[in-house]
Antibody
């Protein structure tokens, strides 16, 4: 069974940093590109970042570019999102999601890590 | 960015009924490789989104045939027949033809 489990969320002050992790199991992690997608409270879904299977290709949404860094450790089956200079508008549930390459579609999602940016 | 417009925002339904959700894009979703990367998700209350339909009309593994997707170019539809209680929640369309991938704002399917 494919599983993605996020961790590292919490309450953080504006301007501070936080690092999310996503541990994958049930599939060969190193064969898949991975995404972070977020959902602000009561709102819709926003794609945040993508990293290819071997970390050669990395893309960010304009809203987080220069502040967030996506990375992965294939030996540990783990995806990361380093978030710096956090703003109140970054408050959201952050999901990691696997990319099924043939369909350019996120076919498996974790349960999410909650990030609240507030003083 | 490609704007995805979903209608309606809210959709009351009776169990056993049939509904349609529309998703329109601000530009054609036909990729240069000839495929159309338009997908549908359901987010049940308190859960993460789950994939229902990929590339317009392909049902994902385990999705019942009560769900069907259609459309082309900029105009797409998700149809749900014989609605069951587990179908309630918010439906999202997603385009991944153009960068960045963008979602519709969602359609909430709820009981009448």
């Amino acid at each position: 069974e494919v599983q993605l489990v996020e961790s590292g969320g919490g309450l953080v002050q504006p301007g501070r940093s936080l690092k999310l992790s996503c541990v994958a199991s049930g599939f060969t992690f190193s064969n898949y590109g991975m995404n972070w997608i977020r959902q602000a409270p009561g709102k819709g879904l926003e794609w945040v970042a993508y990293i290819s299977s071997g970390s050669s290709y990395i893309y960010y949404a304009e809203t987080v570019k220069g502040r967030f860094t996506i990375s992965r450790d294939n030996a540990k089956n783990t995806l990361y999102l380093q978030m710096t200079s956090l703003r109140s508008e970054d408050t959201a549930l952050y999901y990691c999601a696997r990319l099924e390459a043939r369909g350019y579609v996120m076919d498996a999602w974790g349960q999410g890590a909650s990030v609240t940016v507030s003083s | 960015d490609v704007l995805m417009t979903q209608t309606p925002v809210s959709l009351p339904v009776s169990l056993g009924g049939q509904v349609s959700i529309s998703c329109r894009s601000s530009q054609s979703l036909v990729h240069s490789d000839g495929n159309t990367y338009l997908h549908w998700y359901l987010q049940k209350p308190g859960q993460s989104p789950q994939l229902l339909i990929y590339r317009v009309s392909n049902r994902f593994s385990g999705v019942p045939d009560r769900f069907s997707g259609s459309g082309s170019g900029t105009d797409f539809t998700l149809k749900i027949s014989r609605v069951e209680p587990e179908d309630l929640g918010v439906y999202y369309c997603l385009q991944s033809t153009h960068f960045p991938p963008t979602f519709g704002a969602g359609t909430k399917l709820e009981l009448k």
